[in-house]
């Protein structure tokens, strides 16, 4: 795959560590907040653990870059694209839930002139049931990526359909 490498740094909520998922579900160094390269059009997976009240379970959470950001030339590593795994997702992902999040970016003519930690950390809206979650992120902004969270297994087959991110520091 050859194209534009974007930027992303997942996050999560302190003491869950979040890391690549191998081929056969092992990871590299995990941290809390994992600055990766990927690219748009894959689907790349992910593993965290250390969820508080699922300190045992692992959960596989996949992310699909379906557009791109556009910071300064040259200074693309300094605004990674920002992907919260909340700890009510991870909760209920280790509870055998399926959850799905877009990502979007807010139009810039309605969006509110503050940092995310001025709002107290990534902003997000719920989709109602029956709602498109893609169909309610295009109407708020641009969707930029899709966060799919419910795997808690993994394996050699499985992973065959994902890609292998890049590792940024």
Do not use: N
């Not at 965290?48 to 596989?60: F, L, M, W």
């Not at 919260?84 to 997702?89: A, G, K, N």
């Not at 709602?131 to 795997?151: M, S």
């Amino acid at each position: 795959m050859s194209g534009y490498t974007q930027p992303v740094e997942l996050r999560t909520p302190s003491g869950v560590s979040v890391a690549t998922a191998g081929p056969t579900g092992e990871s590299t160094t995990a941290s809390e907040r994992l600055k990766v390269g990927l690219q748009v059009g894959a689907v790349y997976r992910f593993k965290a653990e250390g969820i508080p009240g699922y300190e045992s379970v692992a959960v596989y959470p996949t992310v699909e870059l379906i557009d791109r950001t556009y910071p300064p030339c040259g200074r693309e590593a300094e605004f990674p694209m920002p992907i919260e795994l909340t700890l009510e997702d991870l909760r209920l992902a280790a509870q055998g839930a399926f959850v799905t999040r877009v990502v979007y970016v807010e139009d810039p003519k309605t969006a509110l002139p503050v940092s995310e930690e001025q709002l107290g950390g990534q902003q997000w809206f719920e989709a109602r049931p029956g709602d498109d979650p893609l169909v309610v992120a295009d109407e708020l902004g641009r969707p930029v990526a899709i966060v799919r969270l419910g795997a808690r297994t993994t394996g050699p087959v499985a992973q065959a359909a994902y890609a292998e991110p890049v590792m940024m520091h």
